[in-house]
């Protein structure tokens, strides 16, 4: 390292090819799974080479860089132990299990329906005849007057009079 601190190219790959095997063995006991030692690996060659002005000559190279590779290895360690925490594993837990919100908001749903087609049935038959031809079956008006025998114009004022009391029945606006 000393060298390559000197400006030895040659010198400086080389004591970092020698690294790789010490970082894996420091990174191992320190406990990082096999899959995360790569990613130790390369943050570790990273450090040293943003570090190599810090090393010192009159020390052990060897103690420096665990040293370096043993920090790495609790970082890594860290990150996936959060990673692990927020993360699931399980690819169907989302398919399986409704989130809170989404069951809460069909439950509401299936109860507005509910409400919905009570207040439609308590409607005279000429404006429930109306909201079922036009509004829930999406008919036409000159096909809802031809089904019906009505003209459209007492279609309109029967869906317009339905609508209205349905307002007020589930909103209770007047």
Request: aromatic letters at 2%; charged letters at 30%; proline letters at 3%.
């Given at each position: ?10 010198a ?5 090819g020698e690294s790789?095997g ?11 799974p096999v ?6 690996v390369?943050?570790?060659l990273i ?5 190599r002005?810090t090393?010192?000559p ?8 665990a040293?370096?590779?043993a ?7 860290r990150?996936?132990g959060r990673?692990d925490r927020?993360?699931l594993?399980?690819?169907l ?8 919100g989404e069951a ?7 109860q507005?329906?509910?409400a919905?087609?009570?207040a ?6 000429g404006?429930r005849?109306?909201?079922?031809h036009?509004?829930l079956?999406?008919r036409?008006?000159a096909?809802?007057?031809e089904?019906?025998g ?15 009391a349905l307002?007020?029945?589930?909103h209770?606006d007047?």
């Amino acid at each position: 390292m000393a060298a390559a601190q000197a400006g030895d190219r040659a010198a400086y790959e080389r004591v970092l090819g020698e690294s790789v095997g010490v970082i894996r063995s420091v990174a191992r006991r320190q406990g990082v799974p096999v899959d995360l030692l790569d990613d130790v690996v390369q943050e570790t060659l990273i450090t040293i080479h943003r570090v190599r002005h810090t090393y010192d000559p009159s020390r052990s190279y060897h103690a420096w860089l665990a040293a370096i590779a043993a920090r790495r290895s609790i970082d890594a360690l860290r990150q996936h132990g959060r990673r692990d925490r927020r993360e699931l594993h399980e690819p169907l837990a989302v398919e399986n299990f409704a989130e809170e919100g989404e069951a809460s908001d069909a439950t509401e749903h299936d109860q507005r329906a509910a409400a919905l087609r009570e207040a439609i049935a308590t409607l005279p038959p000429g404006q429930r005849e109306a909201v079922e031809h036009l509004g829930l079956r999406e008919r036409s008006l000159a096909e809802t007057a031809e089904l019906t025998g009505r003209s459209t114009g007492a279609l309109k004022v029967n869906l317009h009079r339905a609508l209205k009391a349905l307002r007020g029945r589930l909103h209770g606006d007047s």
